[in-house]
């Protein structure tokens, strides 16, 4: 059965950091692309970040470019969103999952982030 494992969010001020992280189970994580995807309150769920298998390969969206940066440990089965320079319209759930252009498997809880003075 597979399952994600989101946490490292919380509340934080305009302007700070957080790093997220995504450990997984129950597939071959290292044959998959994972990304990361947020939904904020009352908006559908958006791709942040996506990176390849073999970290070949990595897309942003435009909102968040130059700010997050999505790295992998493959050995650990994690996928990892370093957040900095966050603003309250990243205040949103925050989930990983396999695949590249859709994800692949069910949702796991996310974590929540708040962005607030």
């Known amino acids: 059965q597979v399952h994600f494992v989101e946490s490292g969010g919380g509340p934080v001020q305009p302007g700070g950091s957080l790093r997220l992280s995504c450990v997984a189970s129950g597939f071959t994580f290292s044959n998959f692309a994972m990304t990361w995807y947020r939904q904020a309150p009352g908006k559908e769920r958006e791709l942040v970040a996506g990176?390849?298998?073999?970290?070949?390969?990595?897309k942003y969206a435009d909102s968040v470019k130059g700010r997050f940066n999505i790295s992998r440990d493959n050995a650990k089965s994690a996928v990892y969103l370093t957040m900095n320079s966050l603003k309250p319209e990243d205040t949103a759930v925050y989930y990983c999952?396999?695949?590249?252009?859709?994800?692949?498997?069910?949702w796991g809880q996310g974590t929540q982030v708040t962005v607030a003075s």
């Open positions: 990176i390849r298998k073999d970290s070949d390969e990595i």
């Open positions: 999952n396999a695949g590249w252009a859709i994800p692949v498997y069910y």
